[in-house]
């Protein structure tokens, strides 16, 4: 389990409940269901880097690790790609970060 990411996001400030009372984000309606397509993140890998969590994102099923890490590459494949939410990777989570709102959706 990843506690110390929720107690990140809370310290920040983000709610940390999925249907607290801030604004929906929208952009959860537009996905489907996506495979990952790596067991870790690549760009970490093809370095030697190491990462502290992963992120999957839900648009394309691109894995890379999270703003904990030192690379960030899951923030730098949404500045690439606009592709808006990410999932935390383990299939029973229910975490998910919308880097427009950036916030859990
Ligand atoms: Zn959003
Ligand atoms: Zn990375
Ligand atoms: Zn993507």
């Known amino acids: 389990m990843n506690h110390e ?8 400030g983000v709610p940390s409940s999925p249907n607290g009372s801030a604004p929906r984000c929208g952009h959860v309606d ?3 269901p996506v495979t990952p397509r790596s067991r870790g993140c690549t760009a970490c890998e093809t370095r030697g880097a190491r990462w502290t969590a992963l992120r999957l994102c ?7 690790c999270s703003d904990d890490s030192p690379h960030r590459h899951a923030r730098a494949h949404y500045q690439e790609t606009d592709h808006p939410v990410a999932a935390a990777v383990e299939p029973e989570s229910t975490w998910r970060w919308c880097y427009v709102h950036e916030r859990l959706v």
């Open 58 to 64: 839900l648009t394309c099923g691109w894995v890379a």
């Open 5 to 12: 990411m929720r107690i990140h996001a809370m310290a920040s």
């Open 30 to 32: 537009a996905l489907a």
